[in-house]
Each structure stands twice: as C-alpha cells, then as structure tokens.
C-alpha cells in the first residue's frame, strides 16, 4: 500500500497532493478574508456573504486586476465572459 500526502487548508478543509497548490490556495482565501472585512467596513450595508463572493472574486483574479489597475482597464473585460471564475489552485 502506498502513502501518499496531503496538505489541508485550515480554512475550509479543502485537500491538495502538492503542498505549493495549498499554499497559494490558502493565501486566496487569507485575501478574499481580507478584502470581505474591508469592504464590510466600509459598506456597512452590505451583506456578509455578499461581501464574502466579492472578496473570493476579486481574491481570484488578482493578476488580472493588478495589470488592469497599472494601466490595461480592458483586461477587466475579459473576465465579464466567465459565468464562475475558478480558483487559481484546485483542491484535490
């Protein structure tokens, strides 16, 4: 019988067999975590869960906002043809 490892996020149970693919996982969701208390903060009538799904989206395409906001807005464009953006690393 063969061993074979996994790695857990701690977040929300989601199993990886490569440590890398959980650690980037992990650190979307620290992000997306991050970005939902900002905006709730900031939009006091916002919905928790809402804030939560933006969060994990803007948390998903970070690269892509990040070359947007330093100067290719068009980019963000090509995200309105997704109906459900995937994550960047994929539990196991």
Known sequence: MAVIPMWQCDRDGSMFADKKAAEEYDRQLELAANLSSLLEKHFSTLDEELAENIG?????????????????????????????????????
């Open 56 to 92: 994990l989206l803007l948390a998903r395409h970070k690269d892509t906002l990040s070359k947007a906001f330093k100067g290719k807005p068009e980019l963000v464009l090509e995200l309105l043809g997704e109906t459900r953006p995937e994550p960047s690393a994929e539990p196991a």
